[in-house]
């Protein structure tokens, strides 16, 4: 491709046009032999290269060729490190350009809404803010060794259940705030050379043709010019869909598709400038990933990917529970560990379907806890539970036996296999019942019990928790997972990973419990903008763990929180020091809280933080910059983002529940200018003061000619304040409007407004 873009859509045929925006094939787009315009090979890439056997074939139930399978979306966003995420996007981009891979199909950042939801374990969070910042950092990471990312899934795609032909029913403001904004803040901090649209309609319409998301609000409002392509079989109308901005539909040839572009333009229903739009995008993602080779100077072989998955896989563990001080293992007290649960030897590692990897080593965790634990230490194992659902009690014996006779016990459990995976939603995040009999049962018998739990998604706890002294969510953290696990057991690896998602009670303490499921094709998202922990604040509902939580073996202090508002912003400072006797990563955890708004908002929303490493005893000064977005909410009556001048707590803590040093500022965003309508309240008139002026002239105008006058003392305001100032006139003025309408004067009076404004 070296010829200038308008050269070559003047080259191209209407036909090689329309063909072009269709894949060749499952993993191809198509190339033009003829004018050097190659195809493009893509395939899924959230948390490791799907990359399959043929590009012919779909490849969900079959090994594929392998590649390094790192944490999923879930675990490593509970690693709240972006610098992490950028290193796993450029390994993830030079080993795509070793596999002749050129775009990876990731990541996923929808909401969490639902702790069922099937695709849970490929997204991050529940939070748009961390999801976002992380989601940047890691497609800034591909693209920068030439291979291009593919943001998805756009958008409202938060269960799995019918999701072809389900709306997800959004109000504008939630849909802002919490479903689209970490999608925005990835736009406009990595540029992603594509966005993928999702299958289900949105507030009526499919999200592949849907002019509002692709057009006014992705291209418009945040200037997005790169590619939209469609979910596999996402498209419905793809006339319409061209139309708003969907460029490229896979998998291909799609052939009557192409047939029915070239027929829209010859007909005219379509623009043959439309889809020159929608050819010139793809065209420019072809050059974007053929004109940089790799900055990786060892060949692939010599890389070792592993290693990161390893790392990775450390920082996304969270430690929850550790009572008495039980973990780390001391080696030197210990002569003996019982090893129960299939999951010790079987590890899960990732979730199923599009996302699957085969990867191309697994750490065992029996294997990596025998290893560091020595020769010293007697180690026994016992399976815990079959691989089906049902409660075999000779396998519980076993285990408990085994307990019994050892110093410590470790139960490796977790969502069986089948439970987390595209397609389809979980039925439940409680562990199965034959894992509970036997957490129960060893918790009886061995007081030093420690659980690692393994899932993609929050999981009930309660049957259980309060009987064992420590807790590890291991998540589906990769290949590398075993070995972190056996580090974190041992003390080799301090714990630093934070909870991405709130782990309730219970499922029914969920926001979205009443309407997990949609009805008749809706599904209608009436929690609003309380999602997560959001809502567990409002309802002041204590979760089993909060969002953000995570322990340490060692201690952090906050203190010194200085704020001030400057030109550019808001400008926070503490210090933050390590208390204990151990190297350690603190994620510090900045919350906003609106005290004044005249709307409704959360008790608090993430806006800023950072994972910190400290050496026992070393103290850094921290600054976090926020930006007036920060303190924004979006006002659905303006189409706008508004700051609201007046008081905000700003709250620094070790997780959201956890919060170590708050501070009050009064924040001046200037007065926030009214956009005046037909039915602006008479408490918006009175609250701008050249409205206000206008206003109080046409009522003594008005009061010349009626009987019943009008005056805005405070009785009189404190009765009609929420009237429309258009309804007073149809209320009181009738004898001097005449044959004016209530409409023409309030017209008028806007009009007056606006002018008054302007001089």
């Not at 896979?250 to 050819?279: C, D, F, H, W």
Request: charged share 25%; proline share 4%.
């Amino acid at each position: 491709m070296n010829k200038a873009m308008n050269e070559l859509l003047a080259e191209m045929t209407l036909i090689e046009k329309a063909s072009i925006c269709a894949g060749l094939n499952m993993w191809m787009t198509k190339g033009i032999e003829r004018l050097n315009i190659p195809p493009v090979h893509m395939y899924d890439g959230t948390n490791g290269i799907r990359k399959t056997n043929s590009d012919e074939e779909m490849g969900i139930t079959t090994e594929n060729v392998p590649a390094t399978c790192y944490p999923t979306g879930s675990a490593i966003g509970s690693s709240w490190n972006t610098e992490l995420l950028h290193e796993v996007g450029v390994a993830l981009g030079r080993e795509s350009k070793a596999m002749d891979v050129e775009l990876l199909l990731g990541p996923g950042v929808n909401m969490k809404r639902t702790p069922l939801g099937g695709r849970n374990f490929e997204y991050y969070s529940e939070d748009p803010c961390l999801t976002g910042e992380l989601g940047a950092a890691f497609i800034n990471g591909i693209q920068s060794e030439g291979v291009g990312a593919s943001l998805k899934h756009f958008a409202g795609n938060n269960q799995e259940f019918e999701k072809m032909v389900t709306s997800s029913e959004i109000d504008e403001r939630t849909l802002r705030e919490i479903y689209l904004s970490a999608f925005e803040r990835i736009i406009k901090k990595s540029d992603p050379w594509t966005v993928m649209c999702s299958y289900n309609l949105l507030n009526g319409t499919y999200t592949s043709e849907n002019e509002h998301l692709l057009n006014d609000i992705l291209r418009e409002e945040w200037g997005y010019e790169g590619v939209v392509l469609s979910d596999w079989t996402a498209v419905n109308d793809r006339i319409r869909g061209l139309k708003a901005g969907l460029d490229l539909e896979m998998p291909g040839p799609a052939n009557y598709n192409t047939k029915a572009i070239v027929e829209a333009v010859q007909n005219g229903t379509l623009s043959e400038e439309q889809l020159n739009r929608s050819v010139a995008r793809i065209l420019k993602l072809v050059e974007r990933v053929t004109g940089k080779q790799s900055t990786a100077t060892e060949s692939y072989e010599d890389q070792n990917y592993h290693a990161l998955a390893r790392k990775a896989a450390a920082e996304s563990i969270v430690l929850l529970k550790n009572e008495n001080a039980i973990l780390p293992l001391q080696q030197e007290s210990i002569s003996s560990i019982a090893v129960i649960g299939r999951f010790a030897k079987k590890p899960r590692i990732q979730g199923a379907g599009s996302a699957k990897v085969t990867p191309t080593r697994v750490d065992i965790p029996w294997d990596e806890i025998k290893g560091l634990a020595g020769a010293s230490v007697k180690m026994s194992y016992a399976e815990g539970y079959p691989e089906d659902d049902s409660i075999q009690e000779d396998l519980i014996e076993e285990s408990v036996s085994l307990a019994m006779n050892s110093d410590v016990a470790v139960l490796f459990v977790g969502q069986p296999e089948y439970a987390e995976s595209e397609m389809h939603d979980l039925k439940s995040i409680d562990l199965p019942e034959h894992q509970v009999k036997l957490i129960q049962a060893v918790a009886a018998v061995q007081p030093k019990c420690i659980v690692v739990t393994s899932s993609g998604s929050a999981l009930v706890m309660r049957p259980w928790v309060q009987h064992v002294p420590g807790v590890i969510h291991s998540w589906l953290s990769g290949q590398g997972m075993g070995r972190a696990i056996a580090e974190v057991l041992f003390g080799q690896e301090n714990p630093s990973g934070k909870l991405s998602e709130t782990f309730p009670v219970k499922l029914s303490d969920n926001p979205s419990h009443m309407r997990i499921r949609g009805e008749n094709g809706k599904l209608y998202y009436r929690e609003g903008l309380f999602v997560g922990y959001r809502y567990y604040d409002r309802k002041e509902l204590a979760p089993q763990f909060p969002f953000g939580h995570g322990l340490s073996y060692t201690s952090f202090s906050y203190t010194d929180l200085e704020v001030a508002q400057g030109d550019e912003g808001v400008t926070v400072s503490f210090q933050l020091k390590n208390t204990g006797k151990r190297k350690g990563k603190e994620v510090v955890q900045l919350y906003v809280h609106d005290e004044e708004c005249s709307w409704t908002r959360p008790e608090k929303e993430l806006k800023a933080f950072a994972k910190i490493e400290l050496e026992p005893g070393e103290q850094r000064k921290i600054v976090f910059e926020l930006e007036e977005r920060d303190f924004s909410y979006y006002n659905t009556k303006y189409s706008r983002w508004v700051a609201e001048s007046g008081f905000f707590q700003i709250a620094l803590g070790s997780s959201s529940r956890d919060i170590r040093i708050t501070e009050r500022l009064y924040c001046n965003f200037g007065k926030e200018e009214i956009t005046f309508h037909k039915f602006s309240l008479l408490s918006e008139w009175l609250s701008d003061s050249a409205a206000k002026t206008i206003l109080e002239q046409c009522l003594d105008e008005m009061n010349k000619h009626v009987t019943d006058k009008v005056y805005l003392n405070e009785e009189f305001v404190g009765f009609w304040e929420d009237f429309p100032v258009v309804k007073l006139f149809q209320m009181f003025g009738q004898n001097w409007m005449n044959e004016r309408s209530p409409d023409e004067v309030i017209h008028d009076l806007i009009a007056r407004v606006e002018k008054a404004r302007n001089v």
